[in-house]
């Protein structure tokens, strides 16, 4: 097992203090965690501690954000720089991005898995960044070393992204849609995959390219729906230095970034009509034109795009245009939602523990139970934000139902209710000569039986579930013979 890694450190920059608080509770937990309500206490505390991550607010008082993130590249350029902002105007983005070299702009409000799981990938980007350096200097007196762990790495990234990481059981409806990947891999088609968020598409996507002739080149993702026109232009084509405001250095465009490889662009039902006819032109002709040249570059890459949408019912509708949806749908294929494939919960829970820091974790069967009546509208990303919020949260090596989030208990308490109110009815209906009080009095002798077994014996979380008070609750306890 290998040594667990030291908290990086997160330095937050925001002149709202209750925003700054909020953000240091959030991560606190992850990383260590340094806070400043403006730039120039942002500069103090760089000077003062090492920094890895910087997220800054860009709407602040005296200096933007990306100014200051702009002197922070120029001090510490190793830092991973993010905006934190509810505004959205494309200049400040594109700025931002090319003077203050920003990896993540991110819109408020946040939510706390999302940013989590964003700052997680910032922290491993650092340490790539790190290793990249180390490596640098290792291939100037071992060059054959390096090409051989290159090699190596190549190989994991490949094992990491099989068919197989798509877990499913032997009778799972995803096994169809995975076997069609399969066969359609190592042909050059272009691929749509269709599916609820949170269905693991990129995860397919990744899969094709790595059984495709082209896993020796790059896999370059692309998310359509987080980025206005202009900027998305420029990310795909790229874009000459001075071809508009704040365009201070040439950019190498996604198209170019995975010549030879793979470009999945998700989310591609959200694009503007606009912008369809500019990336359908490219994928016509093979060929795209960086902002402000006026030579078009040839590039060669299979494209893979996704989307939520029913883009079938968007080009009826004109929203989507019909002659780049045939471009892009050389095969369909469709992601079931976990709702649609419930046998393989057990499955995804089990891998999600293994994969846990602490050895030895299960999850109850009254906590398994819980989720497979739950409805997923997240998707296999719901489910495992959940399964690590209840082992984040967990004391012990036994996962119980009380670790859940209240909106899984919740929606398996209105089953509950709902299936024994039918239960009820049923035998009210079977059998006319009994008192209908005496089947109401036992539905709610189970219903509060189930309570007290969820939370332990707890009264006061039983009395808040069924939204009584501590004496409304004894009471019906004595009304009913629980009472013991």
């Known amino acids: 097992m290998s040594p667990a890694r030291a908290p990086l450190s997160v330095l937050v920059v925001d002149d709202e203090l209750r925003s700054l608080e909020t953000l240091k509770r959030t991560l606190d937990e992850y990383f260590t965690v340094f806070t400043a309500n403006s730039a120039d206490e942002g500069m103090t505390v760089m000077h003062n501690e090492l920094v890895q991550i910087v997220v800054s607010d860009q709407r602040m008082p005296g200096t933007s954000g990306v100014a200051f993130l702009r002197a922070v590249r120029d001090r510490w350029p190793d830092t991973v720089r993010l905006i934190l902002s509810g505004y959205t105007e494309a200049e400040d983005i594109i700025t931002g991005i090319n003077e203050a070299g920003i990896w993540q702009y991110l819109l408020k409000p946040w939510h706390p898995d ?3 799981l964003t700052l997680q990938s910032a922290g491993e980007l650092w340490r790539l960044q790190q290793e990249n350096q180390r490596l640098t200097l290792e291939l100037r007196t071992h060059p054959d070393s390096l090409a051989l762990r290159v090699a190596g790495l190549r190989q ?8 197989d990481k798509l877990l499913r059981t032997p009778d799972s409806p ?7 990947a399969q066969r359609i891999a190592g042909h050059d088609l272009s691929v749509l995959i269709t599916g609820e968020s949170g269905t693991g598409k990129e995860l397919l996507a990744r899969a094709i390219h790595y059984a ?5 080149q790059p896999f370059v993702v692309e998310n359509c729906g987080a980025m206005p026109d202009t900027l998305l232009e420029s990310e795909l ?3 000459k230095r ?10 190498i465009g996604l198209f170019q970034q995975a010549d030879g490889g793979t470009l999945f662009l998700d989310e591609i039902g959200e694009t503007s009509p606009a912008f369809q006819v500019k990336l359908l032109r490219a994928l016509q002709e093979g060929e795209i034109r960086p902002v402000g040249s006026a030579r078009p570059v040839a590039v060669d890459v299979r494209l893979i795009a996704a989307t939520n949408r029913n883009l079938e019912l968007d080009v009826a509708s004109g929203r989507f245009r019909e002659d780049l949806y045939y471009r892009v749908a050389g095969i369909t294929l469709y992601l079931p939602a976990l709702r649609e494939r419930a046998r393989d919960i057990p499955l995804l829970v089990s891998d999600l523990l293994k994969r846990s820091p602490l050895i030895g974790r299960s999850l109850s069967s009254e906590a398994l139970d819980l989720l497979n009546r739950h409805s997923w509208p997240g998707n296999v990303r719901e489910l495992q934000n959940e399964i690590r919020r209840a082992m984040a949260i967990s004391d012990g090596a036994v996962l119980g139902p009380e670790l859940l989030s209240p909106r899984i208990q919740h929606a398996a308490q209105t089953l509950a209710v709902e299936s024994a109110a039918n239960e009820v009815a049923d035998e009210a209906i ?5 008192q209908l009080k005496h089947h109401l009095e036992r539905f709610e ?7 007290m077994l969820r939370h332990k014996g707890n009264k006061t979380h039983v009395a808040e579930e069924l939204g009584l008070t501590r004496v409304g609750l004894r009471m019906k306890l004595m009304r009913l013979g629980l009472n013991h």
């Open 430 to 434: 079977a059998d006319t000569s009994g």
């Open 445 to 451: 002798a189970q219903i509060v039986k189930e309570s």
């Open 156 to 163: 994991q990234a490949r094992a990491l992204a099989g068919f």
């Open 174 to 180: 995803l096994n169809a849609v995975c076997t069609l």
């Open 242 to 251: 001075g071809a508009f405001t704040g365009a201070t250095d040439s950019h």
């Open 237 to 239: 084509f790229g874009h």
């Open 212 to 216: 495709s002739a082209r896993a020796e």
């Open 114 to 116: 999302q940013l989590l």
